[in-house]
């Protein structure tokens, strides 16, 4: 059994980051590309369905979070297990949203199975939300140069956030 | 200067965490004390105590939609700011909150 509350140290895994978005020019084709990275790792029985509902919930309202990151998420019976995708770009692309949007050098890509409750979901989003306020987490995700640096920096983070 | 927030947005979730971690943190780094609620998708979250609002200089309200239980901050010193501002720059913006306040 999981425990009802995921952290996002137990859903980010190594095969599904990548530190060098260095093709991705635009936002459509770096969700194609986070979710291709779910898919290969297992994480979804079908890439598609659930790249629909990424797109769903940005119909709801932007998750463009300034400071140069994003973060899409999807909800669907298309998700295996949950998990994150991280890529980091470091020129940078145009993220675009509803009300305008803008650069986005790291994006996190969240997937979430439907049988899993909202709560659950919701802790995990709060959670990564909380630690990217954060200048000194954002720095250290831009400074990572592999998968135990954005591990290091997700508990380091954890340490900022009080109550 | 003792501050009391409550974040809320249409998304119900990111902005708001976002909003209220950038609050604490800019609070913390002028030396004010700052607690924040957090009206999410989760309920109200770390709700304030009537004392807590009673004793505090300044209240914001940090959200696009409408705050639930409004009737506790009777008589306080409001002021209204977008989560986006507090997203985007949290020292910039508890600067002018606290402008508008009057301080």
């Known amino acids: 059994m ?24 635009n936002k459509s084709e770096a969700i194609d590309y986070l979710a291709g990275m779910l898919d290969k790792a297992g ?20 998750t463009y979070m300034e400071h140069f990151i994003a973060i899409p998420h999807g909800k669907s019976d298309a998700v295996r297990e949950a998990g994150i995708a991280f890529g980091r770009s470091s020129e940078g692309f145009l993220y675009e949203t509803a009300d305008g949007g803008g650069i986005t050098k790291l994006i996190f890509l969240l997937a979430i199975p439907n049988r899993i409750s909202a709560d659950a979901y919701m802790a995990v989003l709060a959670q990564l939300a909380r630690l990217l306020v954060h200048d000194e987490f954002r720095e ?24 | 200067m003792k501050i009391v927030a409550v974040t809320a947005c249409a998304g119900g979730i990111a902005h708001t965490y976002m909003a209220a971690e950038s609050i604490k943190k800019s609070a913390k780094k002028a030396g004010d004390v700052a607690k924040v609620e957090i009206q999410g998708s989760m309920g109200l979250e770390n709700r304030l105590k ?42 910039k913006w508890l600067q002018i909150a606290k402008q508008k306040a009057g301080f």
């Open chain 1, 140 to 163: 250290s995700l831009m400074s990572a140069k592999d998968y135990q640096d954005v591990v290091s920096a997700i508990v380091n983070g954890e340490a900022l956030l009080e109550d």
């Open chain 1, 43 to 62: 994480l979804l029985t079908n890439k598609e369905e659930y790249i629909e509902s990424v797109y769903y919930r940005e119909s709801l309202g932007s």
């Open chain 1, 2 to 25: 999981h425990s009802e509350y995921l952290k996002i140290s137990e859903v980010i895994r190594p095969e599904t980051i990548d530190l060098e978005l260095d093709g991705i020019t």
């Open chain 2, 50 to 91: 009537q004392e807590e609002i009673d004793a505090a200089d300044l209240v914001l309200f940090v959200a696009n939609i409408s705050i639930r239980e409004t009737e506790r901050f009777k008589n306080k010193n409001i002021v209204e700011i977008d989560p986006g501002k507090f997203v985007a720059d949290g020292d």
